[in-house]
């Protein structure tokens, strides 16, 4: 029988381990396989030190014996009085089976936020929820207050003072920078939730911070990440994985527009060779575009976003809109965090005809009442171009259901002449998320982008 113990490490006796499985766990924790001697009734013992994840090492050692020593406070946590759906409550049931170490795959708009509000008032422990940035925590904060008002929680930064709430939001940068901080939330906190993983286990750093936080109960959230890559395995978060099925997806339409703009224009400020005639064509799509997007929000009940990644476009697209009545607001990295969840809140309040941002927005952030994204980014756009950034953005539409939202879900993909093959390479990504439909491309020889909308109906 090999024994181990579990706190923020798991430590084997290397004399307990036949070779074979020595060989195997060098080869599953490469990068991170330490060792440690120490003194036991004055014999020296070699131990194998591993990431506190002991699905893995149950998958090498099916009759390994762990004497799990972490701790967690508890908290009197106000009721969460609420309903899961279906699918959270299948989520729920494999979590449990795995003893809520594991990771849980689902898609944009599924209620992952929900979830981890239920889970933490039902079990009664601090929560950490970790995310990658800030504009992230900002957004978790908004559902926060949103959905459970009465929970209590706290933005952990470096002047902590060392007090848990029911939940406690920080960066893995700050966790990064701060391991005192890492101590004090270990054997304390009960219940881990990392959000978007596939953007955390990016860095190394990140990951042998997280191996430092010795946390019971451990959930890794992501929509995109891909459970099969080598890499990922080797990333030892958990050998449990939770995916989601039957999920009633929100429906969306790709509607793309070939719009007769001279190739010579570059929207993602590119290498024109005339930059005088590249300028006046940007200044003659901006006023298509405008008309366009005033086209859409005529009635005030379509929500619109615009998308761009270029703080100088969004500017400029801002200026010509509110010219023409479009109540727009930008979100971008010049804007202040704290007045992001403001923004999105008068803009489901009916302040704002329209939403101009870029990446700011792609992930975890609940745009609630949206129902169209205009992209306009050309060039480069590598959220545009790969399935995580593109499924992120396009989950944006997925927020609320069409109760509450009762326009259809769609994206119109602008495409300038000459550029139909970098649309195509984008098709292809479309068409490999669930639920989303790409219509055949609408050829016009206008530039005039309100016309090819009028005549669409």
Known sequence: MVKAILDNKLRIKRSDLSREQLN?????????????????????????????????????IPDIEIKDIRKFETIDSPDFD?????????????????????????????????????????????????????????????????????CRYQRITGDWDGELKDINLCTIQLLNKRPDIVEKLSNRAGLLFLDELHLILGGEQFRNTL?????????????????????????AWSANIVDTEDFNIVPIIVIPILLQFDPIFDIMGGNATDKKRAYGMEKKFIRSLTDGVEHLVKDRKRHIMVYNDLNETQEAYKKVFEKKGIRSAVINNNTVKKDVPKILSDFEDGLYDSIISGVMVRESVSIYKLSVIVQTAQIDASEFH????????????????????????????????????????????????????????????STDFRYILERMG
């Open 82 to 150: 609420c309903t899961l759906r279906p699918h959270q409550e299948q989520w729920d049931k494999e979590l449990k089976e795995c003893e809520y170490d594991a990771i849980l795959k689902a898609p944009t708009s599924s209620g992952k936020s929900f979830y981890v509000l239920k889970k933490q008032a039902d079990m009664k422990v601090p929560a950490l929820y970790i995310a990658y940035q800030t504009t992230h925590i900002v957004n978790m904060e908004r559902d926060i207050s949103k959905h459970h008002p009465e």
């Open 211 to 235: 191996y430092g936080l010795s946390i019971k109960y451990k959930i890794a959230l992501s929509a995109t990440i891909d459970v099969k890559e080598k890499g990922f395995t080797k990333a």
């Open 24 to 60: 195997t766990i060098r080869e599953k924790f490469s990068f991170i396989i330490k060792g440690e001697s120490v003194q036991l009734h004055g014999v020296t013992e070699h131990l194998v030190i591993l990431p506190p994840n002991p699905s893995f090492v149950k998958e090498i």
């Open 386 to 445: 790969n399935k995580n950034g593109l499924e992120q953005a396009t989950g944006r539409l997925r927020r609320l259901d069409e109760n509450i939202c009762p326009h259809k879900k769609v994206v119109i993909d602008l495409i300038f002449s000459g550029m139909e093959n970098k649309f195509h390479s984008r098709k292809a990504v479309y068409e490999s998320i669930q639920g989303v439909k790409v219509l055949d491309i609408i050829e016009s020889k």
